[in-house]
């Protein structure tokens, strides 16, 4: 008989080219006669009769994803025919189990070995660090199931702080000494540097001054040590930022570059932190004594030249943009008050015809009556009490629930397309819409009878507006034209067309209590002072006597093309936000008429909506509240920003937004942030944490656009495929 080791090498191959075992386990019970299965990149068995594990051939660490549920010996394995959701079913005589393998592995921590693990008491959160430099955190709090908050890599994080540190001048140049030494290395070969996290403490800022700290407040920042094989961080566990480093190779009169194990106490006597290092190559240990005040104060980005606020805190400045224009009209107001005051004099006076004229009436003063108020008027009129009773507004109620109750769904097309934008009227009456079918529609807050159409332009619909006297609805689209359309009678009033710039119009809206327009196209953004004609002449009708004039425009650093724009036209404020192409957010005083401050790395992608805290008329909050703004980008997540510090104040990222723009917006209470996600779902934040607190279902596409009404508790939201979903307060 032949050798099958000489048939294979008598055909030109060998026995590894052919066959390889990949992977051995041992189980203490026997598997002969239970059903196994495979599917594209995982196998499943039994292991130890119970326990089902499932086997990913792709993962480089072999670490098996073992499932526990079942009390008598397996019998049967199936996967199912989806591979998104991928379902696996298992048998025993006990139980039939179905398991999501998606939701299992992310309450799983596996990947690279565990190194470390912390957890922070105050926001109920587990920390774990792994040896390739990845921090996972998952959230401990009653009903969220070990949900898993956010995915730090800590290499990337601290490329993203030297690189502010970089732009804002505290270093010359990228610190390269912060890296591993790579000389060893070739002419053209290139190694990925990871952090290996050694060892996770608390890092306790609260008893160091805020004058200590910089412009990092030590009162409501969580933070934490991470112990890395290069140095140490401060870690901020609100906005997921780097806030300090500390690299060894930095100091010279460190004995250990890098370190293979370390560990970290807070001393609260003298605010100081002690660290025990030992040293990976070589049998060096030593004991440092670090000063978390002076390390956070020496690395935090230098304050603002001047005190910034959205609400306007001075007078509007002779020079600046926003009084050029309102004296502009004043002057302009007053001067034709005048003219017609001199006609009205001499020639808006009334004929008089008699048998016998005795007087022409242009030489003596017209007789009139003026109005006299009624003084008499009974409070207990029917009529009256009824039109007082429908004019009166009720207060926002602050303290209500979150509006998670599904309520009427409508398409907003009778084909499928998508909703580009979407706003409630200040008086939370009317739900405006854009569509990509070059259409605006305006629902009623219900969204029950037949919306408004508003018809013209020739591309798709990426911004519409409501003035603050709900007059008028502004729209804005790819068509690069800008309309201003009369909300009662769907008429067109104002149209600037393509010659206003040579690129599209990306954002625009009314501002300063309606005084101005503003737009964005390009890397600048313009303001514009309008004037709508409401007088209707039957016989020039087609004739516009609408129009518009530039007060100013100013360009963003670096002429980057704006991506969002922003501003608050419920009340008087000079501040316009402006994000960049280039990953930037910049804040410009119009009263200065000027850039004021620019946030560099606001985010990993360019940012595609800036969502400010308007609040609402029905509601009040502290006016530093209206300070805060949210940033959103694709696969970024969503962060809250002070516009007092420019500092991020905390990071959401439990919401999945990788390949398509989702919309953002701000509760009127301010207390709450709802987002869009791909997922087919909306996710609503409370400012006070990092983790969604509500998941709504229900949609058929991804979420695109969300916008809380401003006068109750109620969210609409609308999908790709042209759905708008309204939800309620329980």
């Known amino acids: 008989m032949e050798n099958p080791q000489d048939i294979f090498s008598s055909n030109g191959g060998c026995l590894s080219d052919i066959v390889i075992e990949k992977y051995l386990v041992e189980s203490k019970e026997s ?40 009390h008598q010996p397996i019998t049967a394995i199936a996967f199912g025919n989806k591979v998104n959701p991928l379902l696996i079913c298992s048998a025993s005589l006990d139980y039939v189990i179905m398991w999501n393998l998606d939701e299992c592995r992310e309450k799983v921590l596996q990947a690279y070995p565990l190194l470390s693990l912390f957890i922070d008491a105050e926001s109920r959160q587990l920390v774990t660090g792994c040896a390739d430099g990845q921090l996972w955190i998952f959230s401990l709090m009653d009903g969220h199931h070990y949900r898993r908050v956010a995915r730090v890599d800590l290499r990337k994080k601290t490329e993203t702080f030297s690189t502010r540190r970089l ?91 890098l370190a293979g194990s370390c560990a970290l106490r807070n001393r609260t006597a003298d605010r100081k932190t002690l660290c025990l290092l030992a040293s990976l190559f070589g049998g060096k240990i030593a004991v440092l004594e670090i000063d978390p005040a002076a390390l956070v104060r020496a690395q935090q980005c230098p304050g603002l030249r001047q005190s910034l606020s959205v609400p306007a805190s001075s007078c509007v400045l002779p020079t600046s943009p926003l009084y050029l224009g309102i004296a502009k009209e004043k002057s302009t107001k007053a001067a034709s008050g005048r003219r017609c005051a001199a006609r009205n004099v001499t020639k808006d006076q009334r004929l008089v015809f008699h048998s016998k004229v005795r007087s022409s009436g242009y030489a003596s003063a017209p007789h009139v009556t003026m109005f006299s108020p009624k003084t008499n008027i009974k409070s207990e009129g029917k009529g009256s009490s009824r039109r007082r009773s429908s004019c009166v507004w009720e207060p926002y109620p602050v303290e209500c629930a979150v509006p998670t109750k599904p309520g009427p769904q409508v398409a907003a097309a009778p084909t499928c397309t998508r909703v580009c934008c979407l706003q409630y009227s200040g008086d939370g009456q009317w739900l405006a819409c854009g569509l990509s079918n070059h259409l605006s529609l305006v629902f009623g807050a219900r969204l029950t009878g037949t919306p408004a159409v508003f018809s013209g332009h020739d591309g798709a619909v990426n911004t519409v507006c409501w003035s603050q006297d709900r007059r008028w609805l502004l729209s804005a689209a790819q068509d690069g034209t800008l309309r201003v359309w009369s909300a009662r009678g769907a008429e067109l009033a104002l149209l600037l067309g393509r010659d206003m710039s040579s690129k599209p119009i990306q954002s625009a809206q009314f501002y300063y209590i309606d005084a101005f327009i503003l737009l964005s196209s390009g890397p600048e953004f313009q303001l514009l002072k309008y004037h709508i004609d409401t007088c209707k002449d039957e016989v020039k009708r087609y004739k516009q006597k609408s129009k518009s004039k530039l007060i100013c425009r100013l360009s963003t650093t670096g002429a980057v093309d704006v991506t969002s724009l922003s501003a608050v036209n419920d009340f008087y404020s000079h501040i316009v936000l402006a994000a960049g192409r280039n990953r930037t957010v910049e804040v410009f005083d119009l009263n200065a008429g000027c850039s004021a401050a620019v946030i560099a790395e606001a985010h990993s992608r360019p940012v595609h909506q800036i969502c400010q805290n308007k609040g609402s008329s029905f509601t009040t909050q502290q006016p530093q509240a209206y300070n805060l703004f949210l940033t959103t980008a694709i696969g970024d997540g969503m962060r809250l920003w002070d516009l007092r510090t420019l500092r991020c104040e905390r990071h959401f990222e439990g919401h999945p937004s990788r390949g398509y723009p989702c919309g953002i917006a701000f509760s009127p209470c301010g207390q709450f942030a709802a987002c869009g996600a791909e997922d087919r779902h909306a996710y609503v934040y409370e400012m006070g944490s990092s983790t969604f607190s509500h998941r709504l279902a229900g949609h058929t596409d991804t979420v695109t656009g969300v916008a809380f009404n401003p006068s109750t508790p109620q969210l609409a939201t609308a999908t790709l495929d042209g759905k708008l979903q309204l939800f309620l307060a329980e």
């Open 167 to 257: 732009k804002s001048g505290l270093c010359s140049q990228p610190e390269e000494s912060q890296l591993p030494s790579t000389s060893v290395l070739g002419k053209g070969e290139q190694v990925e540097v990871t952090f290996p996290i050694l060892r996770l403490a608390p890092c306790d800022l609260s008893l160091i001054p805020n004058s200590a700290c910089g412009c990092l407040s030590s009162e409501n920042t969580q933070c934490m040590w991470i112990g890395s094989s290069v140095g140490l961080f401060i870690f901020n566990l609100a906005n997921l930022e780097v806030e300090a480093a500390l690299y060894y190779r930095d100091f010279q009169s460190l004995s250990i570059p």
């Open 31 to 70: 598997v002969s006669h239970v059903q196994l299965a495979c599917s594209m990149q995982d196998c499943a068995f039994p292991l130890d009769g119970t326990e089902l594990c499932i086997w990913n051939t792709k993962s480089p660490s072999h670490q098996l994803l073992i499932l526990r549920g079942h």
